[in-house]
């Protein structure tokens, strides 16, 4: 039985597949001379350097000086080795290459003009130049690879890691191909062994603790780094050429899927380059190739447990706007599909990007990071809400997460952003799916549910919003007066399709705008719902809010004030 079977066993079934390698430090017993290998957990991030390796003087000095001799020991010694097996002589020069391209990695820019990392550069490429690739070629499609000692393993991870960090130095286009093999036949092993990088498996889990995270990371780290700039394998070359690439997008996924709390916020990198891989112009996906991804979601992880993964990633605090954007727009190739329609609400994926999108408006976040998250949660939503039954999409979009602000908001957002291309068209999309829907809505009884919530939330949002596009300060642009012109007139469209009045709403406005001027405009004051004891002072910035004090003024600013303030003054109230 192989690792990647493991993970059913009764735990009394575990002693008869206990491996060799188990009964030998550092497994069998808290050994100090390889403490670093087993014990502390690999909690960093998967594109942070970590040292797994131990120092042996006498192996260290023979490297330097026989290079070729001791990669012809590792090559003898691999093939000897006794399967699952400790191999203590095969751990110990693996060790020793693995150290060497871990110092290689791990020279910050500070120090590498020093002699010392010069040297191991050197030392490093010359090793590869012998023909490192080559012996892991034959390793890393051997069957049995990943059943062998963890620590061993690792280190083959390692190194290739290492001849990845090498090859992005190198413009030489037969070592770049050569590593393209080496990478699509790691790919295609790990992921048919994918279960030895999960915690859960019970031969890892209870012989070689840690090691399911150290390994995850690890790989992790190769993908990233492969695919990533400045290597970027698939820049100019159809992933076709690239042996087994479909088990790539198949391998980050599943990693991604199965991340620990501790994994660190660049594990979602996984899900973006997992559809990146098919949406590269390389790759010539086809149709057939999202619906058979998507098959491989609903079949391998689940429709519910593919967005409560997903739900849990939106709510991480720590993931930049750039990271959750890209990956919300990569899955609106997924995500509206019919099988995902029922489990919108119950796995929590609506009510994640509502928290996601106030978490940012209220961050003080600047328009170029709000567009990044606003313009993809758009064009997901606005994707659902075509292809879903409105009882599982538009329905409670509009009754309970109130789409119509992020509507309004992206589109104020978008008319003030002037970096963003006027071609883009993702706020009028969604106006012109409400406007249908208002239509549609407009045959229904007026004791429909569903259309007096639509009215009254749009009804609270739509005239400020009108005023405030219309307002907005012509750039010099014809171009960009067009585009705030165009979103303007939608929105006007988008009221009146529901039944809304202009002269009324405007009267309705300004009464509210009257008496909003006699509070104070910081949401957290005692004066923010009740009219102060004395008169609130302007904002000198903008002139559209108004506060009770200073102090008010200076909390509102650096919570959120300070990104919508019509001046952008750049030194904040004093």
């Known amino acids: 039985m192989d690792s990647s079977d493991s993970s059913e066993c009764a735990p009394g079934v575990l002693d008869t597949l206990r491996p060799a390698w188990a009964d030998y430090p550092p497994f069998s017993s808290s050994d100090p001379a390889d403490a670093s290998d087993a014990s502390d957990s690999d909690t960093s991030s998967i594109l942070t350097h970590v040292s797994h390796t131990y120092g042996d003087e006498d192996m260290d000095a023979l490297i330097r000086e026989k290079p070729m001799e001791m990669l012809e020991n590792l090559r003898v010694l691999s093939a000897q080795r006794v399967h699952r097996g400790p191999n203590e002589e095969l751990r110990k020069v693996a060790n020793t290459f693995a150290r060497v391209a871990e110092k ?139 042996e087994d690439y479909k088990h790539l997008h198949r391998l980050l996924l599943h990693n991604w899927y199965y991340r620990a709390d501790d994994d660190g916020w660049e594990v979602h990198i996984q899900l ?198 219309r307002d907005m300060p012509a750039r010099g642009q014809a171009a960009s007066r067009r585009r705030t012109a165009r979103l303007a007139a939608m929105w006007l469209e988008l009221g009146l399709a529901v039944g809304l009045d202009e002269d009324e709403e405007r009267e309705l406005y300004e009464k509210e705008m009257r008496k909003a001027a006699q509070k104070c405009a910081w949401k957290e004051c005692e004066y923010y719902r009740r009219k102060p004891p004395r008169p609130t002072s302007r904002c000198v910035g903008c002139g559209d809010v108004r506060y009770c004090s200073r102090a008010c003024q200076r909390r509102h600013w650096k919570a959120e004030h300070q990104a919508h303030c019509g001046n952008r003054l750049k030194d904040g109230p004093k």
């Open 104 to 242: 290689c990695m791990n020279t910050n820019s500070e120090d590498a003009t020093l002699p010392e990392s010069r040297e191991m550069k050197k030392m490093w490429r010359d090793i590869v130049k012998l023909g490192l690739m080559d012996y892991l070629e034959d390793v890393v499609k051997g069957d049995t690879l990943f059943d062998e000692n963890p620590i061993w393993v690792n280190y083959i991870l390692i190194l290739v890691d290492g001849v990845r960090h090498c090859v992005t130095k190198s413009s030489n286009a037969l070592d770049i191909d050569q590593y393209l093999r080496l990478f699509g036949n790691l790919c295609q092993n790990a992921y048919i062994h994918r279960m030895i990088f999960v915690e859960g498996n019970h031969i890892v889990d209870r012989y070689a603790p840690d090691y399911a995270q150290k390994l995850r990371l690890r790989m992790n780290r190769i993908l990233c780094l492969s695919l990533g700039k400045p290597l970027d394998l698939l820049k100019g070359r159809r992933l076709a050429d690239l």
């Open 272 to 469: 973006t380059f997992a559809f990146a891989v098919l949406e590269s112009p390389n790759a010539e996906s086809t149709v057939e190739d999202y619906e058979s991804f998507a098959d491989e979601i609903i079949y391998a992880l689940g429709a519910r447990q593919f967005l409560e993964s997903l739900s849990k990633m939106v709510r991480d605090k720590e993931v930049p706007p750039l990271i959750l954007g890209r990956d919300l727009l990569f899955v609106k190739y997924i995500v509206p599909w019919k099988p995902f329609h029922p489990h919108y609400c119950s796995s929590g994926f609506f009510e994640a990007v509502r928290e996601a999108l106030d978490r940012y408006m209220c961050m003080g976040a600047s328009l170029k990071n709000e567009w990044q998250v606003y313009e993809p949660t758009l064009l997901l939503l606005t994707e659902i809400i075509r292809r879903a039954p409105v009882g599982e999409g538009a329905g409670p979009l509009i009754k309970r997460f109130d789409v119509i602000e992020l509507i309004a908001c992206s589109s104020i957002c978008y008319a003030q952003l002037a970096t963003v291309e006027d071609t883009n068209t993702a706020c009028v999309e969604a106006i012109q799916v409400f406007t249908a829907s208002a239509h549609t809505l407009a045959l229904y009884s007026n004791k429909n549910v569903l259309k007096k919530v639509f009215k009254k939330n749009l009804k609270d949002e739509w005239y400020a919003t009108l005023k405030t596009l």
